[in-house]
């Protein structure tokens, strides 16, 4: 919940003189807040409701934030393919949701992990779409990463009840095509001022990426990063490469790693905004990703 939102109910009913009037009436207020934000939860519900259905005959998970979420067409790629990759999912939660998956899917031989130039350093929790996690939490039995302020400990109680009541379906084996993008007068320098700042940042987020692949070694199953492509007028305002993807050759073992994002396959037109692909782009991605590893 953001703290802006907070004061701003509290300006609105200062002038309420009776007490309890005042407070239900703050109550009410945040609630119709948290209710636009349980938008956050949405997806990851809808991927974990069809997951329980398809998971006997899955064998390819793919995991990572947003940009695996929108770019990679699962059921484009394999039926037996299934995108767990959700917006602002961060290398710890995608190491959860592998150890989730190596232990409920029976035939699990492989793993694609989206990483994007944000990866080495974001974390979900410290972000305002904090939310998120308490969803995880519930449904996946994902420890918090840090010890869950009040806000959280709050959402994870209105998870049950929130899941119970929610219908909506899919059978899409997890894609959910993206269909909001950042607006143009967005500046694209804010938008990668942004992701080289959590690129820079230090944590502990790229051992849980070295977890992800000494696990898989262990348990005889494929694991491929991906680079996905960005838009031009992003990709001009990057650094060298070298400088940004550094943290992945600093891994042991390090996998196979297929990079898109200085793709020339990709125009303009495949991408919704900076750097994230729409559905043209994302069905143009999955099919080089299936040429890149040999799928006809």
Partial sequence: MGKAYKIIIKIITFWIP??????????????IYQNINK????????????????????????????HGAGGFVSRNYSESCF???????????????????????????????????????????????????????????????YEPDNELKKYYKQASKYYKNFSSTISTNGYIEQKNFLDNSY??????????????????????????????NDN??????????????????????????????KLKNTPEILFFIENNSFSDEDFGDYDHLNYNGAVKLTNLIKDKVGIR
Wanted: one cysteine or more; a positive charge.
């Fill in 18 to 31: 009776l007490k309890s009037i005042r407070k239900q009436l703050r109550n009410k207020l945040l609630d």
């Fill in 39 to 66: 938008e956050f939860f949405n997806e990851i519900i809808l991927k974990y409701k069809e997951l329980q259905i398809q998971k006997d005959n899955i064998q390819t998970i793919v995991i990572g934030s947003s």
């Fill in 83 to 145: 995108n767990l990759a959700c917006a602002s999912q961060d290398l710890y939660y995608s190491y959860q949701i592998y150890k989730y998956c190596r232990k409920e899917i029976k035939n699990l031989k492989k793993i694609y992990l989206f990483f994007s130039i944000f990866s080495p350093g974001f974390e979900l929790q410290k972000t305002k779409e904090k939310q998120r996690c308490a969803f995880y939490k519930y449904l996946f039995d994902i420890p918090y990463k």
């Fill in 187 to 216: 500046p694209v320098e804010k938008r990668v001022y942004t992701h080289l700042r959590e690129n820079s940042r230090k944590n502990d987020q790229m051992d849980y990426l070295q977890k992800i692949i000494d696990e898989c």
């Fill in 220 to 249: 005889n199953i494929s694991f491929t990063i991906i680079i996905p492509p960005v838009r031009k007028d992003y990709y001009k305002l990057l650094p060298d490469l070298s400088l940004l993807f550094d943290d992945l050759y």
